[in-house]
């Protein structure tokens, strides 16, 4: 029988015993109730039903605590024996001692069937388990003496699989030492090739280098010696340009101050001339005007030069001190007036 089975057989037996034990309490406090309310006074009645569910209630732990204690296979001692038959009597009694006050044979063997099949069926119950437990702990003693072979066996395979492996490491470990031993041959002498070429590669290199930079030295000179003909005549174009704008200054202060020679020698003929006969045309009267001003004369006196009223005479030169200053409504009031 394997673990399956047995716990199937477990699982039937708490089944069966648990439908049994149910049965029996409800059948018990359906019997014990009415012949509890008989005997207890009228205003407690309603006490009837606890007796019998206290009795069943011990009957309930007797049976869980046993099939716990069967499981683990210990034993309880003689308390929970005298438990055990003590709930049994208590509800044998209780069952039949309505039937038993009356004489009547027949109900209480009926009554009895229910207490007697629980008292039994614990008892029976509790050696069932007892005996499943002893055969579980020898069904599971053998297969820990199996798998105890089954462990040793492969241990010792493991064994003869280690002392195998070792034996090949070993043989593998001389193996791979002459490998090295050619390999670190032959690399060495691979490497001591390797140091030639890289040797002669470095000369080659260096002498490479050497006329890399010989010409880095030819072109950064020839770059020089550019670049400093370019900044020569570069030089020689700011000079020339710098000449050309000097010799353009000078021509414009020539010019400027031929103009302004110019411009004083007719200022000065213009104030030369005297006072105006008449009123001089305004274009001329301005010229004359604009040269009294520049000269410092008074209004007064520019006015008897160009023949004007010195109201507009006094309007061109607030014009000369303040040019953005508009006049015009000025000069016009001065001259109706």
């Known amino acids: ?71 683990l296979g210990g034993h309880g001692g003689r308390w929970p024996v005298v438990l055990r038959w003590m709930t049994g009597a208590m509800t044998l009694a209780l069952n039949t001692a309505d039937s038993a006050l009356k004489k009547d044979l027949v109900g209480v063997a009926v009554h009895a069937v229910a207490p007697l099949l629980l008292i039994v069926t ?9 005996a499943i437990t002893a055969a ?45 031993e ?12 390797e140091e030639c070429r890289r040797r002669e590669e470095r000369e080659q290199q260096a002498a490479r280098e050497a006329a890399e930079q010989s010409e880095r030295e030819r072109r950064e000179r020839e770059r020089e010696q550019r670049e400093r003909e370019r900044e020569r005549v570069q030089q020689e174009a700011a000079e020339r340009a710098a000449r050309e704008l000097r010799e353009r200054e000078e021509a414009r202060t020539r010019e400027q101050r031929e103009r ?6 007719e200022r000065a003929e213009l104030l030369e001339r005297g006072p105006a006969v008449g009123k001089l045309p305004e274009d001329e ?9 520049l000269a410092g004369m008074p209004v007064r006196a520019a006015a008897e030069l160009c023949g004007w009223s010195v109201g507009w005479v006094s309007a061109r030169y607030a014009q000369h001190r303040d040019p953005g200053t ?10 109706s007036s």
Do not use: K
């Open 182 to 193: 050619h390999e670190a041959r032959l690399a060495r002498e691979t490497a001591e090739r």
């Open 260 to 265: 302004e020679q110019a411009a004083e020698r």
């Open 136 to 180: 579980v702990r020898g069904l599971e003693e053998r297969q820990r003496a199996e798998r105890e072979a089954a462990e040793q066996a492969t241990r010792d395979r493991a064994e003869a699989a280690r002392q195998q492996a070792r034996e090949e490491r070993e043989h593998a470990a001389m193996l791979a030492r002459e490998q090295r």
């Open 1 to 71: 029988m394997n673990a399956v089975q047995i716990r199937s057989a477990e699982r039937a037996l708490s089944v069966g015993t648990w439908l049994i034990v149910c049965g029996a309490m409800l059948y018990s406090i359906l019997t014990v109730t009415p012949l509890m309310a008989a005997h207890t006074a009228d205003e407690w009645d309603w006490t009837a039903p606890i007796l019998p569910l206290v009795v069943d209630a011990a009957v309930v732990i007797v049976v869980r605590l046993d099939s716990v204690l069967a499981r």
């Open 122 to 130: 614990a008892e029976t119950g509790l050696a069932y388990r007892r």
């Open 285 to 293: 009267a301005r010229r004359i005007v604009t040269a009294a001003f």
């Open 326 to 335: 508009e006049y015009e409504g000025v000069e016009l009031a001065i001259t």
